[in-house]
DNA sequence: CGCGAGTTTGAGGCTGTTCAAAGAGGGTGG
DNA sequence: CCACCCTCTTTGAACAGCCTCAAACTCGCG
């Protein structure tokens, strides 16, 4: 991209700051801009007509999210929430137009990306079809790691403030069933917990937990 | 799109003829072509490495599909397998790039439809985390009814055979459980089921069933 | 007519939920 | 600086929905 041009986007963008808690958008409202998160950490929920709520995915510094446009939708499809402190520049929708136009290696470069996600819904399909809780918590705690982990000499730290109930929301379980996991997990060294916090010690045998190896260690 | 490159595109289109559970290309096999579905019905499926089998979605006939390197993909995701004798139609990938640049129109429609499918896998993980199995199921043979309907005196056939066991991989479930379903609602006359048959015969209620109101009619 | 795939149905058990209540961490205001 | 309160977390007990195992049945095709 020439830099002209990214001058010129970078003019028209907006920063927005939101605190913890805030939504950066409503599920449902008309999609009017798209975004960029800088810096933090959101989840992004969408809520069932009974009014429970899941987490479709974690939007992580350097993601794109909230381009319901560019998907030829009216409205955005779910509500994304600071689960940090986090830092979100936007752009109105017809900049969206324009930039496909005059790059359409953009445009095939987003496609990717939704390409991306929609692997990673259907790995979850997968997940949540055929394996029972516990290797499906212990994935998505893998995949967290993965996606947002520091390191430290004790082991890798998912680097947000993420509680039980966010990922008994994000596996499809209850806040009661991953408690107990994780209790489970920490007896046997596994993971250390806190208040919104997690902490992964020892990620090999949680990887073996997560692919399904049916007897744990030491009898 | 101009006619003549429509002619050129057609010229460079091979058609294939699939019998009943033939697949089209296998899942991990590395993607050199992408498909159109002109007639019949496909299954796309995973399998898992534990080896069980899930069905991620139905490809009907008009849909784009295997178009895995478009999302920038060396291999192919699933196994489309014919649930019906069916006919496609496919293009080596290089033809994609050239349709892409000359038209980034269709570029941005392409995106589209990836956008519904990334909708639709976004429902059903919602699905499968708040819902029970009868109501995903309710909600399953709706869809199925809605995108592959035949209308008849009696109600709506699902236009293609479709085992029990099918279902059951489309809904995360056991055929047993499907069974047990149909069973019921048939006794409620709700449906009429048949060897890889099924016929909706009162859309309303069974639309009642999936939208969770607890009580069923009668009594 | 017999075989095989698909389907039905029963019984029992397990995983995970629901309901309930108590326990801790940490921020805030007095 | 301490006490309080709110939110998050832990843990127990009982229940239930669904799966697993098992076996019989039936439709349709060769």
Redesign the interface.
């Known amino acids: 991209m020439a830099e002209a041009e990214l001058d010129r986007l970078l003019t028209r963008a907006t920063m927005r700051r939101i605190e913890i808690g805030e939504a950066v958008f409503e599920q449902g409202q008309k999609a009017t801009r798209f975004f960029l998160l800088l810096h933090g950490r959101l989840k992004v929920a ?1 809520v ?3 009014g ?1 709520q ?1 987490i ?1 995915r974690v939007v992580h510094p350097g993601d794109l999210f909230g381009f319901a446009q ?4 009216e409205d955005y ?2 509500t994304p929430i600071a689960a940090a402190e986090s830092v979100v520049m936007s752009w109105p929708n017809e900049v969206w137009g324009s930039i ?2 005059q790059n ?1 290696h953009l ?2 470069n ?3 990306t ?6 990673e ?2 790995t ?3 997940e ?3 394996e029972e809780v516990e290797r499906r918590v212990a994935h998505a705690v893998l995949r967290l790691v993965e996606q947002a982990g520091r390191h430290d000499r004790d082991g890798v730290h998912v680097d947000f403030p993420l509680s039980r109930q966010d990922v008994a ?1 994000l596996t ?1 379980t209850t806040l009661h069933t991953v408690s107990r996991l994780f209790s489970a997990w920490e007896s046997q060294g596994i993971v250390k917990g806190g208040r919104q916090k997690l902490l992964v010690r020892d990620k090999s045998r949680l990887q073996a937990l997560a ?2 190896s049916t007897r744990s260690n030491s009898d």
């Open positions: 969408q069932t007509p009974a429970q899941i479709v560019a998907l030829q939708r499809p779910g496909v136009e359409p445009a095939v987003a496609m990717r939704i390409g991306q996600r929609l692997q819904a259907h979850r399909i997968r949540m079809s055929t929301e499809g692919d399904g």
